[in-house]
C-alpha cells in the first residue's frame, strides 16, 4: 500500500474547544506510528491560498491538550471559491480554488486534513472533487453536522451554559424574577435542549419548536399557582415565534455565515414582562460558550477523531470525514455535511421526558 509521506492539516471556520486535541492527535499518530510529516496549514483555507504554513514538531503540540482555540489560527472568511479581496475600495470575491490546489502541490502535501463545520466541509468537498486527496474531521459547538452523532465542543459548551444557567438561578429565586439566558447553535437547539436539561431550565426554547408568548406565559403562571415564584428560561439564539422569524444581530458580506443570530432574549424578556406583569432578566452567553479548556469528554472525542483521520489517511479513504455513529467511526461522504443540518427531532426522547416533568417549550404539542 502506498504509504503518504507529507499531510497538511488546517483548522476552519469558527474556533472550538478540542480543536489542539485533534491537531495532537493527528500529529503524534501520523509521525510516531507511519514516520510522515505533518504540515500545519495557518488560518484555515486563507493559508492555503496565501502559503502560510509551518512544519509542525513535538514543541508545537507540546501541552496542547488542555487548549481552547487552535494552534493553527482559522478564518470563517476564506472560502477558496469566494475569497475576498480588495480592489480600490471595493471587495471582489474570486475563485482562488485553483492557486490553493497548486500551493497544495507544490508543498507535496499528499493529504490534507480539514477540520471545520459544514461550510469547512462543503469547501474541503469541492477541492476533493477537483481532485485533492481530503480527509474531513466534523466540529461545531452546535452539535449540528449532518452525518456525524456527535461533535467535539459541543460537550463543553453544554457545561458553560449551564454553569451560566446554575449562576443565574440564585438571582432569580432571589428576586422572584424571571430570567432568560440565550445560547448559541445557530437554528440547531442542541446546546439549549442539554444544557436547559442540566441546568434545571424551565422552559427551553428551540429553533425546532416555534414558541407562542402565550405558552411561554402559560408555563410560567404554573410555576406560581404551586409557589415557584421565578421562572428559568434558555432559549437558542435561533429560536423563532410560531409564524415569525429569527433576530439577526448582523448581516455579514464576507462571512461564510451571512446571518450572525443574537439578541432572541432581549425581544423575548420585554414581551415576557409585558405579557405577566413579572420582572425579567436576560443574559447572552455568546462567545463564553465556544472559549476555554475543552472538557475531557471534547479532549477523548478529538483524541480519538485525529487517530482515526490518519487510519483513513494510511487506507487511503479520501473525500470522507469521520463521523460517529452510536460507539463507533464511520466514513461518511465529505457531501453529506453540505446537505443541511442535523436538527433536534421534534420526537427527541429528551423532549418527551422533559415535557413529563412539567418543562416548557412555549409550544403547542396538540
Ligand atoms: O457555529 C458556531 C457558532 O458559535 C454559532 O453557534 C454562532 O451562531 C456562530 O458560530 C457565531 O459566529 P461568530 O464567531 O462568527 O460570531
Known amino acids: 500500500m502506498k504509504k503518504t509521506k507529507r499531510i497538511g492539516i488546517l483548522t476552519s471556520g469558527g474556533d472550538c474547544p478540542g480543536l489542539n486535541a485533534v491537531i495532537r492527535a493527528v500529529f503524534k499518530k501520523a509521525t510516531r506510528q507511519y514516520g510522515y510529516e ?35 489560527g482559522t478564518s470563517n472568511r ?35 486534513v480539514c477540520i471545520g463545520g459544514d461550510g469547512t466541509l462543503m469547501i474541503a468537498n469541492r477541492l476533493a472533487r477537483e481532485g485533492a486527496s481530503i480527509v474531513g474531521i466534523p466540529k461545531t459547538i452546535d452539535n449540528d453536522v449532518l452525518g456525524t452523532d456527535i461533535t467535539f465542543g459541543f460537550d463543553t459548551a453544554v457545561h458553560i451554559a ?47 419548536l416555534p414558541y407562542t408568548i402565550d405558552a411561554i406565559a402559560e408555563s410560567i403562571k404554573e410555576r406560581r399557582k404551586i409557589g415557584k415564584k421565578f421562572t428559568m428560561i434558555v432559549v437558542s439564539e435561533g429560536a ?65 477523531l485525529g487517530s482515526k483521520a490518519v487510519d483513513f489517511i494510511v487506507n487511503q479513504n479520501f473525500g470522507y470525514m469521520v463521523g460517529v455513529h452510536k460507539d463507533s467511526f464511520i466514513k461518511v461522504p465529505l457531501s453529506k455535511a453540505g446537505q443541511g443540518q442535523r436538527l433536534v427531532p421534534v420526537g427527541h426522547p429528551f423532549i418527551e421526558m422533559a415535557r413529563s416533568l412539567g418543562i416548557g417549550f412555549g409550544y403547542s404539542f396538540k
Open 162 to 208: 449551564t454553569e451560566g444557567l446554575d449562576r443565574l438561578h440564585t438571582t432569580a429565586q432571589s428576586h422572584h424574577r424571571v430570567m432568560i439566558l440565550e445560547v448559541m447553535g445557530r437554528r440547531s437547539g442542541w446546546i439549549a435542549l442539554y444544557s436547559g436539561l442540566a441546568g434545571g431550565g424551565d422552559v427551553i426554547l428551540i429553533p425546532e
Open 78 to 112: 476564506a472560502d477558496v471559491y469566494r475569497y475576498p479581496t480588495q480592489e480600490g475600495n471595493q471587495t471582489v470575491y474570486k475563485n482562488l480554488s485553483k492557486q490553493a490546489l497548486r500551493n497544495l502541490s507544490n508543498l507535496k502535501i499528499e493529504c490534507l
Open 38 to 72: 505533518v504540515i500545519g496549514i495557518e488560518d484555515g483555507f486563507e493559508g492555503l491560498i496565501l502559503n502560510k504554513h509551518r512544519k509542525l514538531t513535538n514543541k508545537d503540540v507540546a501541552g496542547i491538550l488542555t487548549l481552547g482555540g487552535t494552534i493553527l
Open 240 to 304: 423563532k415565534p410560531k409564524g415569525g422569524d429569527v433576530v439577526i444581530r448582523e448581516l455579514v458580506k464576507d462571512g461564510a455565515e451571512p446571518v450572525r443570530l443574537g439578541g432572541i432574549s432581549f425581544v423575548l424578556g420585554k414581551e415576557i414582562e409585558k405579557q405577566t406583569g413579572i420582572e425579567t432578566r436576560n443574559v447572552v452567553m455568546g462567545h463564553l460558550q465556544r472559549g476555554g479548556s475543552p472538557s475531557p469528554f471534547d479532549r477523548i472525542l478529538g483524541t480519538q
